[in-house]
């Protein structure tokens, strides 16, 4: 059994080391390792989304805040903006939240250990085992979605799966002794693995570095495992969202510090069953543009109605703000409203007049 393992992390990391991709959060520093907060923006920005998505978000995301300092020193709202597009927010809340756990209890550095790794907000095992190995090359688990499909058809895992289960899994064939110094590799090998090969649907065993290990391979039955979990119906909400328009400004709302889209700024939107408490005195509204917006969990349709306020840049309450299009670029917004501005600026963009024709000679 020994001699079966220590020839799968042989052939994996070889595989590795030939077939990785060149992701920003990998490149090593002097001593040879990631950079802790690299590590740690990298592994919250991948959870439930897809490493293309992340590398343009990462590489902004660092330019604004380039140290976990500069980071914990930030306004919420500037962590927002940068975040803006890559959804499921509660991620760069935590985030800035951890960085000022870790500047006021540790000293501005991450710490290696798990446990307090586990302490710090917005980290569970998955990314407290990814930091602690990646970083600090600790013997610890990592696994994600990908980790637990390959481990699952590795060991023939048929019906439903614990994680629990596959952690002590993951853990056991962690490599030992003198190959111990690339237990980050090695994680991010199974990942890689799961990403790029051992795929959820069709998976390319042909170029599987590890298949005379897998049993669902030889059993023929990797398209099967691991079993697919009956999705929940999607439910599908209504919003009415107000393009209130007063003196060139546009009538913006920050939304609850709790819930969807928290703390982001949006245009009036309305349940769609509660027209009639917008708030603000306005002209007959005008369709402007229809549209869905999907989420994991939940499908949003939103009306988009043009309208102007009767009582020009009236006063409003707390949270409510009389904004220009090109002001809104400061303020976060979530996906579906940051459509809306783009539409706004569009119809109201000046229009270049039509060219003058030449005369023509006599």
Known sequence: MLNTTANFRRRLLRWYDAHHRHLPWRVVAADGAPDP???????????????????????????AFPTLADLAAADEQRVLKAWQGLGYYSRARNLLAAARRVMRDYGGKLPADRRQLLSLPGIGPYTAGGVSSIAYGRREAAVDANVARVLCRLDLIEGTWALQQL??????????????????????????????????????????????HCEACAAGAQERIPARRVKAPVPRVRRWTYCVASDRRWLIEQRPSRGRWAGLWQFATLDADAPHRLGVAVTAPAPLMQFTHALTHRRYHFQVLLCRAKRPRAALPAGRRWMTLAGLKDYPLPRPHARI?????????????????????C
């Open 167 to 212: 952690g002590l899994r993951a853990q056991e064939i962690l490599p030992r002794g003198a190959a111990m110094a690339r237990i980050g590799d090695f994680n991010s090998a199974l990942m890689e693995l799961g990403a790029t090969v051992c795929k959820p649907r069709r998976p390319d065993c042909a170029a599987c570095p590890v298949r005379r």
């Open 37 to 63: 907060y690299h590590v740690l923006v990298s592994e919250l920005m991948l959870q439930q989304t897809q490493v293309a998505t992340v590398v343009p978000y990462f590489h902004r995301f660092l330019e």
């Open 341 to 361: 501005a783009a539409m706004l600026a569009e119809i109201t963009a000046p229009r270049a007049p039509a060219p003058t024709p030449p005369r023509s000679g």
